[in-house]
């Protein structure tokens, strides 16, 4: 019986440690619905080279974010835009510069594509958070009696990004603008591991559209 | 051991012969490309190699592999050439070009590739495509070819079997190519410099 009762136990405060990484970064499965009177944006991130790909949840985040500071702006959701726009910004197809960019937008479709929802600025995410170090240890075992964790660790982790902003409709730079942000997050663990994060992507995200929120200009 | 013991243990070696083996055909998923058709008329010859491709692998690691791509491949250029141009036509063999085709294009798979996750060691499960594409100007006789390449990937999860990654690793792998091939023909000098088709313009008038 008590290791029945030990077990529910563990079982809701892993639930509840659980709920501690839901955050700013969770996808968001809303439909996205084109307001035509305003003005529209989109991020996307850059992916071209192998593994140092932009994370597509940080990416969907600044939207979010920027989303919720202002509501005179549509944020168009970086994976319809991709498809919409099919076969201009795939990984291998997507403009690096603004030479290669004015090309695409010459095409006749692109170019409509473009005034039909109404887009004024791209904004292309480069970078990525990376945990740099690990300390310590957590070992977990269970058994017929019920189980559990003991042990310690922490990790640091360090965001850099960089923000280019190119305004649709003159083809030049509108702002080029970064973010650095580190941290160290904790994790100790007595019969259940309870994460302390350092939150250091949600972090450089909120500075990132604080960032270019405040470099738009419509 | 007795006889039945013996029973008992041949259908977990049944299941375990059977642990690695593949049977997949692959699919493609592409958006309908955002591109004006050229006022031109196509045709497209698939060589055999393409239209009945099968990848067979009977390794220690890749027991009874077989992955058929043969149809996904002819859907994916079909979609290409009729987004491309203005009329498009499959001939059944290349003496079938008596019609007034402006461009005839010829797609041969030259090589596809599968890396599973132990192997990538990147817990992903990967598929990289070539084909050698040959862009023939009937107008004037001229010929070109174009390597177009795809590569995909899709990550390795908690309910991830070899064949639901490689088919979504396949289906991203056509969707690379499918842009590649539509970016390389929009750019190709020799069908940028063909005319409009003289017979599109006939049947217009």
Known sequence: MRGQILSVVILLLLGISGCRNTGALNANNTEFVLDKSKPSIVLLGRRHIGQNKTEQDYVSCIGEEITDRTQSVNVIPENQFINIMFPFFEKRTSPLNLQQFSQI????????????????YLVWIEGKTRKVDQ??????????????????????????????????????????ISTERSGTSYMPAIIVPIPLLANVKETACSDMARQIEQSLTF | MSRKSIFLFIPFLLLFSCARSLTLETQTDIPTPLIESLQLNAAIYYPQVTKTYIYIENSRDRSNWSIAAGDSQIA??????????????????LEDNNREFDVLIVPTLKDMQFALPNETGLGLYEVWLAYELSVQNKQNGSSEMITITGYGSSTEGVFSTDSSGLLEASKAAYRELSAHAIVS??????????PVSNALIEQEE
């Open chain 1, 135 to 176: 300390f310590g240890g957590v070992s977990c075992a269970i058994g017929p009696g019920g189980g559990g964790c003991l042990g310690y660790t922490s990790w640091d982790e360090e965001a850099n990004y960089q923000a280019n902003i190119w305004n649709v409709k003159s083809l030049s730079l509108a702002d080029n």
């Open chain 2, 185 to 194: 023909l929009l750019e190709n000098s020799r069908i940028q410099a063909l």
């Open chain 1, 105 to 120: 937008v010459k095409k006749k479709a692109v170019k409509q594509k473009f005034e039909e929802v109404n887009l004024e």
């Open chain 2, 76 to 93: 994916l250029f079909n979609e290409v050439m009729q987004s491309m141009f203005s009329s498009f036509s499959v001939i059944e063999k």
